[in-house]
C-alpha cells in the first residue's frame, strides 16, 4: 500500500512459530540442564537424551494452540494499543458509513474468534490489517471528496461551451486548459465511485469470512484457516492497488494539495 506497510505473510508467521519453538527458555533450559548432567557424571548417552528431549519440546510448543496465538499477536503486532484509529466523525457521511460497516464486520468476526475453542490468530492478524487499510484508504477518499466539492463541472462545461468554435488562439488554449481539467475531475469522481463500490464488496466479503469462522469452530476444522486469511489478504491487496490508483488520480487533478502517504 501507499504507506508502505509490509503485508505479513504466511511465510512470516511460520517462521515466528518456528523461532518462537526453537528459543523459548523452557525448551532450551532442560535439554541444556541434562546435557550439564551428562558431562558432569560423565554419561554421554544423555546428550542425545537431551537433544530428544529438546525437539519433542520444540515440536509441543509450535503446534500449540495458545503459542500459535501468541506469536501471531506478535508478529502481526497488537496494534490496537499503539495506533490511534481514525475518527470516522472527521469524515463525510458517505465515506464514514463505508469505514463503519468495514469496522463493524471486524467486530462480528473478533466476536466469533473469541468465542471459539480454536486459534483463528492468522485470520485475526490479516482482517486488522484489512480494515486498517481502509481506514488509510478512507482519508485518501475523503480528500478527493472535499476536492470535488469545490469544483464545479457544471460551470466548466458552460464555459466550454462557450469558447467552442472560437477561432481566437487564446480560446483554444482555455479550451484545451479546461478539457484537461475536466478530464481530472471525472476521473476523480470515477476513483471515489470505485472506492464505495469496492468497499461495500469488501464488507459483504468479509461478511462471508465470519459465516466460514462460525463453520470451522462448530466443525473443529481449524486447518482451513491459512486459506481463510489468504483470501483476506487478496482483499487488501485489492485494497492497496485502489489507494494507489487514487493517488494518482488526485496527483493528476489541478491546484491539488500533495497528497502524502499515511504514516506507516
Same mark, same amino acid.
Given at each position: 500500500?501507499?504507506?508502505?506497510?509490509?503485508?505479513?505473510?504466511r511465510?512470516?508467521?511460520?517462521?515466528?512459530? !518456528?523461532? /518462537?519453538?526453537?528459543?523459548?527458555? %523452557? /525448551? *532450551?533450559? *532442560?535439554p541444556?540442564?541434562?546435557?550439564v548432567a551428562?558431562?558432569? %557424571?560423565?554419561?554421554?548417552?544423555?546428550?542425545?537424551?537431551? *537433544?530428544?528431549?529438546?525437539?519433542?519440546?520444540?515440536?509441543l510448543?509450535?503446534?500449540?494452540?495458545?503459542?500459535?496465538?501468541?506469536?501471531?499477536k506478535?508478529?502481526?503486532? &497488537?496494534?490496537?494499543?499503539?495506533?490511534?484509529?481514525?475518527? !470516522?466523525?472527521?469524515?463525510a457521511?458517505?465515506?464514514?458509513? +463505508?469505514?463503519?460497516?468495514?469496522?463493524?464486520?471486524?467486530?462480528?468476526?473478533? &466476536?466469533?474468534?473469541?468465542?471459539?475453542?480454536?486459534?483463528?490468530?492468522?485470520? @485475526?492478524?490479516? !482482517? @486488522?490489517?484489512?480494515?486498517r487499510?481502509?481506514?488509510?484508504?478512507?482519508?485518501?477518499?475523503?480528500?478527493?471528496? @472535499?476536492y470535488?466539492?469545490?469544483?464545479?463541472?457544471?460551470?466548466?462545461?458552460?464555459?466550454?461551451?462557450?469558447?467552442?468554435?472560437?477561432?481566437?488562439?487564446?480560446?483554444?488554449?482555455?479550451?484545451?486548459?479546461?478539457?484537461e481539467?475536466?478530464?481530472?475531475?471525472?476521473?476523480?469522481?470515477?476513483?471515489?465511485?470505485?472506492?464505495?463500490?469496492? %468497499?461495500? +464488496?469488501?464488507?459483504?466479503?468479509?461478511?462471508?469470512? /465470519?459465516?466460514?469462522?462460525?463453520?470451522?469452530?462448530?466443525?473443529s476444522?481449524?486447518?482451513?484457516?491459512?486459506?481463510?486469511?489468504?483470501?483476506?489478504?487478496?482483499?487488501?491487496?485489492?485494497? @492497496?492497488?485502489?489507494?494507489?490508483?487514487?493517488?494518482?488520480a488526485?496527483?493528476?487533478?489541478?491546484?491539488?494539495?500533495? *497528497?502524502?502517504?499515511?504514516?506507516?
Amino acid at each position: 500500500m501507499a504507506d508502505d506497510r509490509r503485508l505479513v505473510t504466511r511465510t512470516d508467521l511460520r517462521r515466528g512459530l !518456528v523461532v /518462537n519453538a526453537l528459543t523459548k527458555p %523452557i /525448551n *532450551v533450559v *532442560v535439554p541444556a540442564a541434562v546435557a550439564v548432567a551428562a558431562l558432569l %557424571i560423565g554419561a554421554s548417552w544423555l546428550i542425545v537424551v537431551a *537433544v530428544a528431549v529438546y525437539a519433542v519440546l520444540a515440536v509441543l510448543t509450535f503446534f500449540d494452540e495458545g503459542e500459535a496465538e501468541k506469536v501471531g499477536k506478535r508478529v502481526y503486532g &497488537d496494534r490496537g494499543g499503539r495506533e490511534k484509529r481514525l475518527d !470516522v466523525r472527521t469524515l463525510a457521511p458517505p465515506i464514514a458509513q +463505508q469505514v463503519q460497516a468495514a469496522r463493524d464486520c471486524e467486530v462480528r468476526i473478533k &466476536d466469533t474468534i473469541q468465542h471459539s475453542n480454536l486459534s483463528f490468530a492468522e485470520v @485475526d492478524g490479516e !482482517v @486488522d490489517s484489512l480494515v486498517r487499510a481502509v481506514e488509510l484508504i478512507a482519508q485518501r477518499a475523503e480528500r478527493i471528496y @472535499d476536492y470535488l466539492a469545490t469544483q464545479d463541472l457544471a460551470a466548466i462545461d458552460g464555459r466550454l461551451a462557450q469558447l467552442q468554435g472560437s477561432a481566437d488562439p487564446s480560446a483554444q488554449a482555455i479550451v484545451k486548459a479546461l478539457g484537461e481539467q475536466r478530464a481530472a475531475l471525472t476521473d476523480l469522481q470515477g476513483q471515489l465511485t470505485r472506492f464505495y463500490s469496492q %468497499i461495500e +464488496q469488501l464488507v459483504a466479503s468479509l461478511g462471508t469470512v /465470519n459465516s466460514q469462522l462460525v463453520r470451522m469452530s462448530v466443525a473443529s476444522e481449524e486447518e482451513d484457516q491459512a486459506e481463510l486469511a489468504e483470501q483476506v489478504r487478496g482483499l487488501r491487496e485489492q485494497v @492497496d492497488a485502489l489507494s494507489a490508483g487514487m493517488k494518482e488520480a488526485y496527483g493528476r487533478a489541478p491546484d491539488t494539495p500533495e *497528497v502524502a502517504a499515511p504514516p506507516s
